[in-house]
């Protein structure tokens, strides 16, 4: 067997296993704000949907943050559901707050995370889960 058969063998298998990050139907930002901030302070990550059209966020089941470490801990949720369903207003943020614990050192701190959602279509009779990874870098200041 060639190199180039072997490697091609190898992507096959291995190609489950490797993490789409981009969603194709909900394209999604996030920011963070404040970007500076003392230990034991308190923050928030703002999340903008924008789905394509025939597309919604579903708030059954919810939205779900996971934080990937133990410097920060995850507050109270804000969620804008529509007038008119049961799902998410893409047309306002969805904030997540935070709070950096205290004692943790001055410096640059990587807050890093996941996103898990479920969007849906009406039209065509599905829905499906996906999970956006994000990455801030946070100054604490003494």
Not at 80 to 100: G, V
Request: charge should be positive.
């Amino acid at each position: 067997m060639n190199i180039f058969s072997l490697f091609f063998l190898i992507l096959f298998l291995f190609s489950p296993l490797i993490a789409d990050e981009e969603n194709e139907y909900v394209d999604v930002s996030l920011s963070i704000k404040p970007n500076e901030i003392k230990a034991g302070g308190k923050g928030q990550i703002f999340v903008f949907f924008k789905p394509q059209k025939g597309i919604y966020i579903n708030l059954d089941p919810p939205i779900e943050f996971e934080i990937a470490d133990d410097g920060t801990a995850l507050g109270k949720m804000e969620i804008q559901k529509s007038k008119k369903n049961e799902y998410l207003d893409t047309n306002k943020p969805l904030k997540q707050h935070f709070t950096i614990k205290k004692g943790l050192p001055a410096g640059t701190y990587t807050l890093k995370g996941k996103l898990i959602y479920f969007y849906c279509s009406d039209a065509e009779g599905w829905c499906s889960r996906f999970t956006q990874p994000f990455q801030f870098n946070l100054k604490i200041l003494k």
